[in-house]
């Protein structure tokens, strides 16, 4: 961390000694510039001279008055890996109990201050999430706990472990029952620790719990092959993909995984005849229904009655044993023949956290014989291993006072627990109680120590996401506050000496050293370090065999779900997650990809429901009893579902969080042993009352525009330029008076592939953290300032009850031709010799011309000093919070405008390196920071005057377009076409 | 060709040269009435509202206005417009009609001078309060300077903006104040306060009355006026390359220089009618400035009307004509229909429609018509910028970025903070200025009058 220190007093004057005489001295000498006769006001060219020129002289000195001057100290002795200036890069894991990314950390200066996915992990490679790149912010997090305590009293750590020890050995002695509640771990390192510190004791039980449960997934797989795990889901080898609720490109289980996956076999640039097809049914619009080839809408009790009709439909067609049941309202055979034609290349997903839902699943694809290939369970997901049972057995203990001591890490019950009064009253029953968080929220001050953790970028750690494939965390900044490691804890409390960083080196060392090849411990240790990824070859594949018991069982035992009039679903929201990073101001102010509304959670209703019901998106609606929620007309839900996102209403997570939207968990049903996200509104009632939604768009057509441009597989398997034809048409008429402009060295350009655009918004995210861009907060997004340089832009056509969603990622188009550019008064904006558009912040002043003549309207303008400004408290107030800033980007003043600049500082970077060491430039070596989260590779930035680059290629496509060509603006940004695979059959 | 058969006599009451003197000085020399002090107080208190605003927006940022990422330009500009358009009213009354050799405009051209100025002035306070970094605004001066040399952007309308105002500001300036200097030497030898004298004695720049200076004095008119002539058409067309040189649909079209001009002289004359049928009444000057005055104005206005009628004709036949899906979306979508239906009806009824009352004879000859006319006019011009301006930003090319614009509070208290202040100068303009130029009222008192016959 950077110190400053003030300026010694006695720089401050010149003078030194008596003050006093030196200001008389002064005087006097001022006093005899004037002769005598010059109070008689006899005005002479002399005296006229003198009046003004020491008239001039004084101004200048006034305002030559310079600000108070911050110096900062070097390094006495500087340590030699780091160069001021120049950032360095740890490899480590982000692993939040709900979602991993193998990572690089970006420092500099000692501060972390950007996230990137490491390309060696198989897992993710250089893709990351929104929430993902937004961790970071919670590093600088001023809520964060900052010392241990007691009963909130600040207390040493060697007190508090003290008085821990004192209570659990106590507790140990008399045989009473000590819990150690976790979210999940998937930290070889850890579990073994855990074993050891619970083998210490006579009466030990650990539970994981996670507030968004997959339990019904790992225990349908343990009913249908004898194992417990979330396997691992293959897109990529997949024909045809089913999705029954499963919103695995936004939320569910790894989206960061998955994504690059679903998108690579959905790519049209090299030539490929065909793409997987995707058949979506759902009720809420999430991100993966958006781009489903084929959507259906759905009710969540008839969920269940579909899986079960297409199961009968399969095994009737391919003479399997089929099972009485209902039929679905659609006919579902050609669905059936469709998955059989493509056996063994499907994949069919539920995403709802019902066992009898999930078994019925696993049938479905066992009969179509996806296990294997495009379902591994040997390469399994250790995810989330929390199993509802468990929990609420575990809650049931303490509210009848069985358990003695209860040790939390990393999980917030009294927020995310369905029954939070009963875990609170469990807990004031648990003599002992210990909370380890890193981040303050409702369970924080419930329980009578707390033991404050790292956050992941300051502590230890490793992590096995699958079998086999590992990667480790260190480091990358000294812990800010007076927190230590929950494994430093575990360590201290079981009386073990050692630190938690030898631990962990041991245990590798004893483990997985071994099953390298290197001869060295150490270099080995240090190859994994710096890789952040180890991985080794695992124990054969085991084939899996299905235990039709099960399903025979739940068949014949069919629960159907009472349909009601209005089923209510709770979701993770892309940008919240669960609502563990509520209190990140990024991800607050993140609008959700396809309702654009963020700082808030709303009620989403279809728009025939709201037409019968005369509900206006802004009314306030009462769902079932007591739930009242601003309602939003979702093009898209399911006639008689309310979709709510989880995350928000927090009461003590940070003023960020807090008092933001409602919590729903409380709602949450405890279903068949398994959470159930949802529950039945008997009705809706619209209390009249008027909210104003924070939306970044409110306008959703394209009003026949040519914004996105689409065609289908087979038209573009005919002729490439389909959907596109308008593209020829508008350059055969690119004619200009004036000479055209040629850019000699580099010609920078960025194209992006709008069929492999999820719309996941991790980008958004990566330029915010990138650039410094502020937050504003909800009153001022409601204004429609928000600041993002690039936003999704998110279509949609058709009927409002059906409608095809589009996503468009929108930034500067760096046009060679900028409308913006001419109409600067003072030439603030103008372009490089590279085809950049840059943008002068010393020289704007803030005219606004240049955002009124852009037709994209991508320009953003600094409407308040959003730093060090109390009005916009988030992150660039407390010096805490203003250390994630990129000191390579400028923080821009109040009246300036700012925009997309390609990351011109990545571009001068990557230029400089090359030559430093004298070799041309290569293809892919700058990034935009949009363009390495991106994880389905969407957006791809290079040099158009190599022929060879990649985005040269891309530029040279038949699908490419640009936005608004007509206008002659010639932008170096660039589309390719959407494609859908919506027929029936691929021609 | 002093002869006005036509118009009859320009100055009625048959008055002597004395009677003229002492009738335009009077409401220098008597105490002004309690209506004076009112006003004053009122428009005082505007002025302070907007003050206050003005405080706000440099203080806190533009943020307190109702602009956003679509909307880059609000009321501001609009305000802008409409006070730049006002402000040619005087100087294209004098000009022209000094250059036509219309002598009817002497009773006229001192109080649209003066309304020309302080017009000007509350537009100039605009662009600059717009600017979101108000304390850098000399970076639009173009000087040989040592950031570089850095200059400015020849090529953007701004700049021009910024050079034309400059100029015709100035011009107005002198031309108001080098034509007063006859009537500021009257008052100098007539007043027998020394402060009086001393102050217009200042301000007269020792003017004589001899033959030599009144041919200067004369020459300097028509040289100045030949100047400013250009100015009033060049001011607007610049103002409206603002929006022409920009590729917004509505905005962007070669229509708006002359449309612009036409639409400012409009806004212009029906301000100078406001203010001509408040001094008659109150000051009593109907001798001076006759209903055949009134009359001549009102004529203009239906012709410019007709012209603006035009105008908003040709510009939705070539919005449907071009073929632009943009062009026709702002015309048919967002103008004649759409969110801002209110502004345009309210703008061809206020323009286009209204004044045709004017057709009637008995209209031209009645006060009240002649006010309530004016001001609708002038309202249905400030609707007209607001059409111009919001409609084409808020709905433009990608439908993603369409938003809907609302003015805040700060937004209002700087509108009403310039006609605050415009209404002061006016005030104090006739309190210290002879409102009319009573040099060249002597010339024309007897054109038309019986008495020559």
């Known amino acids: 961390m950077k110190k400053h220190r003030e300026i010694p007093e006695e720089f401050h004057g010149l003078t030194n000694g008596n003050d006093r005489s030196s200001a008389k001295v002064q005087k006097d000498q001022l006093l005899e510039l004037f002769e005598d006769d010059f109070l008689k006001l006899s005005s002479s060219r002399r005296n006229f001279l003198k009046v003004f020129g020491f008239s001039f002289a004084s101004a200048a000195i006034v305002a030559a008055c310079k600000r108070p001057v911050h110096m900062a100290i070097p390094y006495v002795i500087q340590p030699p890996e780091i160069t001021p200036g120049k950032p360095l890069y740890y490899a480590t894991t982000f692993y939040d109990g709900h979602e991993y990314s193998a990572i690089l950390v970006k420092t500099r200066d000692g501060r972390p201050i950007k996230i990137e996915g490491n390309s060696l992990s198989p897992f993710n490679r250089e893709g990351t999430t929104a929430r993902v790149q937004a961790s970071v912010l919670s590093l600088y997090d001023d809520a964060r706990p900052k010392s241990p305590s007691v009963n909130q009293q600040a207390v040493s750590w060697e007190s508090i472990d003290e008085q821990i020890l004192n209570d659990i050995t106590g507790i140990n002695s008399v045989g009473g029952e000590i819990v150690l509640l976790t979210s999940t771990i998937n930290s070889p390192s850890t579990l073994k620790l855990i074993n050891e510190f619970g083998g210490r004791f006579k009466n030990f039980r650990w539970v994981q719990y996670d507030s968004v449960s997959y339990s019904a997934v790992i225990e349908a797989n343990s009913a249908c092959f004898g194992r417990a795990v979330i396997p691992d889901y293959n897109f990529e080898k997949a024909e045809l993909v089913v999705s029954v609720g499963a919103d695995f490109l936004g939320t569910w289980i790894a989206p960061v995984h998955f994504i690059p996956k679903y998108t690579a076999r959905r790519k049209l640039n090299n030539g490929e005849k065909s793409m997987l097809r995707h058949i979506h049914f759902e009720s809420g619009m999430s991100i993966t229904g958006s781009n489903a080839d084929v959507r259906r809408k759905i009710k969540p009790s008839e969920e269940i009655i579909l899986l079960a009709d297409l199961y009968n439909r399969i095994a009737q067609k391919t003479g399997a044993e089929t099972f009485h049941g209902t039929s679905f309202r659609e006919d579902l055979s050609e669905l059936a023949d469709n998955l059989i034609a493509s056996k063994g290349r499907s994949v069919v997903l539920s995403g709802t956290n019902n066992i009898d839902i999930q078994i ?84 924080s001050g419930k329980a009578k120590f707390e033991c404050p953790v790292h956050h992941f970028l300051e502590s230890w750690n490793d992590a096995e996401i699958t079998p086999g494939r590992l990667s480790l965390s260190q480091p990358c900044i000294n812990p800010l506050f007076n927190t230590r490691s929950f494994q430093d804890s575990l360590l201290r409390w079981s009386g073990n000496p050692i630190s938690w960083h030898d631990y962990l080196m041991a245990n590798w060392e004893k483990e997985f050293f071994p099953k390298s090849a290197l001869p060295d411990f150490r270099r080995f240790w240090d190859r994994c370090l710096s890789n952040g990824v180890f991985s080794y070859d695992q124990q054969d594949n085991k084939p899996a065999t299905f235990k039709k018991e099960e399903l025979s069982r739940v068949m014949n035992n069919l629960k159907i779900i009472p349909a009601e009039e209005y089923e209510v679903i709770f979701y993770e929201s892309i940008a919240l997650g669960t609502g563990m990073h509520s209190n990140n101001p990024w991800l607050m102010e993140l609008p959700d ?56 209403g927090h009461k003590n997570s940070g003023p960020v969080a807090d008092n933001i939207g409602l919590n729903v968990y409380p709602l949450v049903r405890l279903n068949g042993g398994n959470r159930y996200y949802g529950f039945t509104a008997g009705r809706l009632e619209n209390t009249l009352k008027k909210s104003q939604l924070a939306l970044t768009q409110v306008h959703h057509s394209m009003e026949g525009r040519p914004i996105v441009r689409e065609t289908t597989l087979g038209e573009y398997l005919n002729d490439s330029h389909s959907g596109n034809e308008i593209h020829e048409e508008y350059e055969s008429g690119h004619r200009t008076l004036y000479p055209e402009v040629n850019f000699d060295g580099f010609h920078w350009g960025l194209a992006i592939d709008l069929n492999s655009c999820v719309g996941c918004n991790s980008c958004v995210i990566a330029c915010q953290a990138e650039n410094n861009i502020p937050v504003v907060g909800k009153e001022e997004v409601k204004r429609r300032r928000i600041m993002h340089w690039i936003k999704i832009d998110r279509y949609y056509s058709d009927n409002p009850a059906d409608p095809k969603v589009y996503f468009q990622p929108l930034t500067c188009q760096h046009c060679d031709n900028a409308p913006c550019e001419n109409v600067c008064p003072v030439s603030a904006t103008n372009h490089s010799s590279e085809g950049l558009n840059q943008m002068t912040y010393n020289r704007c002043i803030g005219t606004k011309y240049c955002i009124n003549n852009c037709p994209y309207r991508v320009r953003r303008f600094n409407w308040y000093r959003y730093t060090n400004n109390k009005a916009f408290d988030f992150n660039t107030v407390s010096d805490l919070g203003k250390m994630v800033l990129n000191p390579d980007v400028t923080v821009r003043e109040r009246g300036v405008v700012e925009k997309c600049s390609f990351c011109v500082q990545r571009i001068q970077e990557k230029k400089l390196q090359a030559k430093l060491e004298n070799r041309p430039l290569l293809d892919n070596e700058i990034k935009t920071a949009c363009m390495q989260a991106c994880p389905s590779e969407a957006i791809i930035f290079g040099n158009l005057n190599d022929k060879n680059s990649r985005v040269s290629k891309l530029f040279g496509s038949p699908r490419l377009y640009h936005l608004l060509e007509e206008l002659h603006t010639l932008p170096s940004v660039g589309y390719l076409t959407r494609i859908w695979n919506g027929e029936k059959k691929n021609s | 060709m002093y002869n006005s058969k036509i118009r009859g006599p320009l100055i009625e009451g048959n008055k002597s040269l004395g009677q003229i003197t002492r009738e335009v000085v009077a409401p220098l020399e008597t105490k002004s009435g309690r209506w004076w002090t009112v006003a004053l107080g009122l428009s005082s208190l505007a002025t302070i509202y907007g003050i206050y605003a003005v405080y706000i927006t440099v203080y806190k940022g533009i943020g307190t206005w109702g602009v956003n990422n679509s909307v880059g330009w609000g009321w501001e500009i609009i305000n802008f417009v409409w006070w730049i358009g006002i402000g040619h009213a005087g100087t294209a009354f004098s000009i022209f009609l000094l250059i036509l050799r219309q002598r009817w405009r002497t009773s006229i051209n001192r109080s649209a001078e003066a309304m020309t100025v302080f017009a000007v002035l509350c537009a100039a306070i605009m662009p600059a309060l717009h600017m979101g970094r108000i304390w850098l605004a000399f970076y639009i001066f173009p000087y040989p300077n040592t950031r570089g040399p850095l200059w400015v952007n020849f090529n953007s309308p701004l700049f021009w903006d910024f050079t034309a105002i400059t100029a015709y500001l100035l011009i107005s300036v002198s031309f108001w104040y080098l034509g007063m200097l006859p009537d500021l030497a009257t008052i100098r030898d007539k007043t027998i306060s020394k402060i009086r004298k001393a102050l217009y004695g200042f301000f007269s720049m020792g003017w004589t009355g001899s033959s030599r200076q009144w041919i200067r004095f004369e020459s300097l008119s028509f040289i100045l006026g030949g100047i400013a002539a250009v100015l009033v058409v060049s001011v607007h067309s610049i103002v409206s390359t603002d929006f022409a040189v920009g590729v917004e649909p509505g905005w962007h079209t070669t229509i708006f220089p002359p449309f612009f001009v036409v639409g400012a002289i409009f806004s212009g004359f029906a301000m100078v009618m406001t203010l001509m049928v408040l001094i008659r009444k109150i000051y009593r000057l109907t001798d001076y400035i006759t209903d055949n005055h009134m009359d001549a104005i009102a004529r203009i206005l239906i012709f410019i009307s007709l012209i603006m009628g035009t105008a908003y004709l040709t510009e939705i036949f070539v919005a449907w004509y071009s073929g632009n899906k943009y062009e026709m979306f702002t015309f048919f979508h967002n103008r004649i229909t759409g969110d801002y239906k209110i502004q345009f009806w309210g703008m061809i009824a206020c323009n286009a429609l209204i004044p045709q009352l004017f057709w009637f004879r008995k209209m031209r000859r009645n006060w009240i018509a002649l006010l309530s006319v004016s001001l609708l006019i002038n309202l249905g011009m400030w609707l007209e910028r607001y059409t111009i301006i919001v409609t084409s930003l808020s709905k433009d090319f990608l439908p993603s970025n369409w938003v809907s614009y609302t003015p805040t509070f700060i937004d209002v208290g700087v509108f009403v903070g310039t006609i605050g202040l415009f209404a002061t100068g006016v005030l104090l303009f006739m309190r210290y200025i002879p409102m009319m130029a009573i040099s060249e009222l002597k010339g024309v008192v007897h054109i038309g009058s019986k008495k020559e016959d």
Not at chain 1, 385 to 413: F, Q, S, T, W
Not at chain 1, 414 to 432: E, R
Not at chain 1, 613 to 639: M, T, V, Y
């Open chain 1, 360 to 443: 019925i699943t696993n049938g479905i694809n066992y009969l179509l014989g996806n296990y294997g290939d495009c379902i591994d369970l040997n390469n399994y997901l250790n995810i989330s291993a929390g199993i509802d049972k468990k929990m609420e057995g575990l809650v049931n203990d303490m509210d009848a006072g069985r358990i003695k001591a209860l040790l939390m890490y990393n999980v917030n019950p009294a927020y995310d627990y369905p029954q939070p009064d009963k875990f609170l009253s469990g807990l004031k029953k648990t003599v002992l109680t210990i909370n380890m968080a890193g981040h303050l929220n409702e369970t």
């Open chain 1, 593 to 648: 990809p396809v309702s654009k509304h963020c700082w808030d959670n709303v009620a989403a209703i279809s728009p025939k429901d709201a037409e019968e019901l005369g509900i206006l998106s802004g009314h306030l609606i009462k769902l079932g009893a007591d739930l009242i929620l601003p309602a939003f007309i979702q093009p898209g839900q399911a006639e008689g579902t309310v979709s709510v996102a989880l995350g928000y």
